[in-house]
């Protein structure tokens, strides 16, 4: 490694050592807690400066020491992150102010912003498992903050026993693809499929990996944890939501080459993804609860986000996680905002769309898309995904009978159309990713959607109808369940000496084997 890349490895992972100095400064009690605050809100906001340098002074495609890959958009999330950890940062200043154990907080924060920032440039499967196994880490003491609150704990828990199992998924992955390529080098290993294509082992790798990611993600049926993280403060879920849970599918887009010839992989992938995004959109539909419902939100998107790259849509799952990060962290910022509109929305008088636009919303959303991806000459993606989009825009030109039909239609397709172009637009954007659709899997992929609007299609109409249905998707189709009930048989001890007494505090596990 010469001169010139020891200097863009170091600008690189400047960032990562800023943040893990701050983390180790605020577990030493050097500094009162006003004064640390102080400080990382000075050093975060040069810590994103020095991505940004970064991203501007590095080419792309730089290699260091073996275990860093540097690339533009692997810059692009570590600056994400770090606007989004500024903010959040920011955001946690005030909303903890007389709180105790705010010097914690602060050191799980950075722990866990350092930790993501070295996940973003690994480049060897043992930097890899280690920081994605410290970004766990450092996230549980931001989950358990309240540590007298008996659902916190649970999550928490429940997150470290998933967790745990993905880190020997992901082992058994590295192992395969070790001894299969004599290197734990993540570029070898790619060259290595660019040379000699796929043998068993590499098949079995890509299918624990899938495994490894889905856990992470909360995909069905290890979902429970993230519902239940609400009991956290606001700023950690959205940092959870906006940031962590991302990961992902950074993860899978980073291996897409081994995903591209793993057809076995891909099907598990499809199935895990499809059967999260239609079942969590489902469950979403029926909740009231703003930050629960922005939790199966999450649940639904990262499905959705893990459909894409199962069909080999790399470029699109990447500005999916981009788009979702940016949102979630306002939906979960401003959430008491959105509670006091949901509260006066609650006073008006609900208006369901007519029957005649839920059946012709999904026609004319497919048609704008594919007129403009035809009147653009910018086709990014397969007519099968126009139209899955097509029927996942069709809810924005839904009609109620009290507005004009013209107007309403109009601003609807619009906004279809302002999207489209904006994906396509975005596509242009130099992530260097190399798609690879399945046209095969999008068909699947395709029926599926369609079977999340119907359900949403007939709820807007017959919702009196479809009440035991209603009450099913309600509690979450009851799959989180055996896993709540797993978690509190390895871990009977600590309700019985952490939980407080008192009549407003959860009595035993029953209940809790009954968390939303």
């Known amino acids: 490694m010469d001169l010139s890349q020891a200097m863009y490895l170091s600008c690189a992972l400047a960032a990562a050592v800023m943040m893990a100095a701050l983390s180790g400064l605020a577990r030493t009690g050097w500094l009162h807690t006003t004064r640390l605050w102080h400080l990382v809100q000075v050093i975060s906001p040069a810590a994103l400066g020095v991505s940004a340098v970064a991203l501007a002074t590095v080419p792309n495609g730089v290699y260091g020491a073996g275990v860093v890959n540097i690339t533009t958009f692997s810059l692009v999330l570590a ?166 849970i991302n990961l992902g599918g950074f993860v899978l887009i980073r291996f897409a080459p081994l995903l591209e010839q793993a057809m076995a992989a891909r099907v598990l992938l499809l199935v895990l993804g499809l059967a999260s995004a239609v079942l969590a959109g489902m469950v979403m539909l029926t909740r009231i609860s703003i930050k629960v419902k922005l939790a199966w939100s999450t649940v639904a998107q990262m499905g959705f986000m893990l459909l894409e790259c199962a069909l080999g849509l790399y470029t699109l799952a990447a500005l999916h996680l981009i788009g979702h990060s940016l949102y979630k962290a306002h939906a979960f910022l401003s959430a008491s905002g959105a509670v006091r509109e949901t509260r006066l929305q609650a006073l008006r008088e609900a208006t369901r769309p007519t029957g005649f636009s839920l059946v012709a919303a999904p026609a004319l959303s497919m048609s704008a898309v594919l007129l403009t991806t035809t009147l653009t000459d910018a086709t990014a993606w397969p007519l099968w995904w126009s139209l899955l989009l097509g029927v996942a825009w069709a809810p924005l030109l839904w009609l109620p009978a009290s507005l004009p039909a013209i107007g309403h239609w109009l601003c609807g397709v619009a906004i279809v159309v302002g999207l489209t172009i904006a994906a396509l637009a975005a596509h242009a954007l130099p992530f260097t990713l190399q798609d690879a659709p399945d046209n095969r899997l999008g068909m699947v992929a395709l029926l599926g959607m369609v079977a999340l609007y119907v359900f949403q299609a007939l709820l807007q109409r017959h919702a009196q109808r479809l009440s035991g249905w209603r009450r099913w998707s309600y509690a979450g189709f009851y799959l989180d369940e055996a896993y709540t009930r797993l978690t509190l048989l390895l871990w009977p001890h600590q309700w019985t000496t952490k939980t407080p007494t008192g009549p407003n505090c959860v009595p035993g596990a029953t209940h809790l084997a009954r968390a939303p």
């Open 79 to 244: 600056i994400l992150v770090q606007l989004l950890g500024t903010v959040i940062a920011a955001f946690s200043a005030r909303y903890l102010a007389g709180e105790a154990h705010q010097r914690r907080y602060i050191g799980g924060l950075t722990a866990v912003l350092a930790s993501v920032h070295l996940l973003l440039l690994a480049d060897h499967w043992l930097v890899l498992i280690g920081a994605w196994a410290a970004v766990g880490l450092a996230l549980e003491s931001l989950l358990c903050f309240y540590s007298d609150r008996p659902f916190a704990l649970l999550a928490a828990h429940k997150k470290r026993i998933a967790d745990r199992f993905a880190d020997l998924t992901l082992v058994g992955a590295a192992a395969l693809a070790w001894w299969t390529v004599g290197s734990g080098s993540l570029s070898s290993l790619l060259a290595h499929i660019g040379q000699h294509g796929m043998s068993f082992p590499l098949q079995a790798s890509a299918v624990l990996l899938v495994l490894a990611v889905a856990i992470r993600t909360a995909l069905l049926p290890v979902h429970g944890w993230l519902i239940q993280v609400m009991e956290a403060p606001t700023p950690v879920s959205a940092l959870l939501h906006a940031g962590v």
